[in-house]
């Protein structure tokens, strides 16, 4: 077995008398990897500049440029370069809870909005482009600014993006774990899927690396993710392949390969399963096509 990923580790925002907020900037980071973290208070992390892949919960994605996510609490997530050859990306990260804003403030009615916000963002909330302007400007340099000054900028970006369109990140059926100990072991089992995935792996491997029997494994598996630790590889593997063919001229064959699939048919199955289009298909019509739901794949697949 090749080395385990760094574990995850959950820490908390560093508050002091008279901070409600905290910014942090990530500027030029150094290696491919943010640590994985996971933690009880709310995130809202803006790229500056990409490009890469991002863990949150169940799903991985691509990120680029002015990528925008806010994260509710105890949402294990990770980001990493998508390649060393790339800029070193830059983030802007805000973080609070509803208790260092102020229950009785957010119980008032006037902001109704922003609890209706936060409590989607349990699953982890993705914003359109629109909004990317607007909250880089505000983040920008913010963690030089007076703690009143992060208290009322966070508030007016939360009731801006209150406003705002955006996109559930996880499955419908996905809940946060606040089991530290879960949560560690998912985040741990994630960054090996997506460190190891472009080469064979058996599920006692992956149950060595969360620690537990096979049995064990495939029910935490199960109960944490909504899939089978299959279902999950192969998704991971036809995600990575749907970037590739977006951004490359690589042969399918090719891809197929690079990605973890040992053979073309095996692949395209895969693929036409979550995509429902073939690699081919895929690459003339662009982005535009999404991953599938797994389980909406499989109902249809039986049928």
């Not at 990530?26 to 290696?31: A, T």
């Not at 008032?108 to 989607?120: D, G, Q, V």
């Not at 949560?183 to 620690?211: G, K, M």
Request: net charge negative; proline share 7%.
């Amino acid at each position: 077995m090749s080395g385990l990923p760094t574990p995850a580790r959950r820490w908390s925002v560093p508050l002091t008398p008279g901070h409600s907020v905290v910014v942090h900037e990530h500027r030029d980071v150094v290696g491919d990897r943010l640590a994985a973290q996971f933690h009880r208070e709310y995130e809202l992390t803006w790229v500056e500049r990409g490009p890469g892949r991002r863990m949150v919960g169940d799903t991985i994605d691509h990120f680029d440029d002015g990528d925008l996510v806010l994260l509710g609490p105890c949402l294990p997530h990770a980001w990493s370069v998508e390649s060393p050859d790339e800029a070193p990306p830059r983030f802007a990260v805000l973080m609070f809870s509803t208790e260092s804003l102020g229950p009785e403030l957010l119980a008032k009615e006037e902001f109704a909005p922003i609890r209706r916000l936060l409590k989607r963002a349990e699953r982890g909330l993705q914003f359109p482009r629109s909004c990317h302007g607007l909250v880089g400007a505000a983040l920008s340099g913010l963690s030089q600014q007076t703690p009143s000054r992060q208290l009322l900028q966070a508030l007016s970006l939360l009731d801006e993006l209150a406003a705002a369109r955006s996109d559930p990140i996880t499955a419908s059926d996905y809940r946060p774990n606040a089991d530290e100990e879960a949560l560690l072991n998912l985040t741990r089992v994630l960054l090996f899927i997506q460190s190891e995935s472009q080469r064979p792996i058996s599920l006692a491997e992956v149950a060595e690396v969360a620690d537990m029997p096979v049995p064990t494994f495939t029910r935490f598996f199960r109960r944490e993710t909504g899939q089978s630790f299959v279902t999950y590889l192969n998704r991971y593997r036809v995600e990575h392949a749907c970037q590739l063919l977006h951004h490359t001229d690589q042969p399918i064959i090719d891809i197929a390969l690079q990605v973890g699939f040992n053979n073309l048919s095996h692949f395209n199955r895969q693929f036409l399963r979550f995509i429902q289009v073939t690699p081919s298909a895929y690459r003339r019509q662009g982005s535009e096509i999404g991953v599938a739901d797994p389980k909406v794949s499989d109902l249809a697949m039986m049928q």
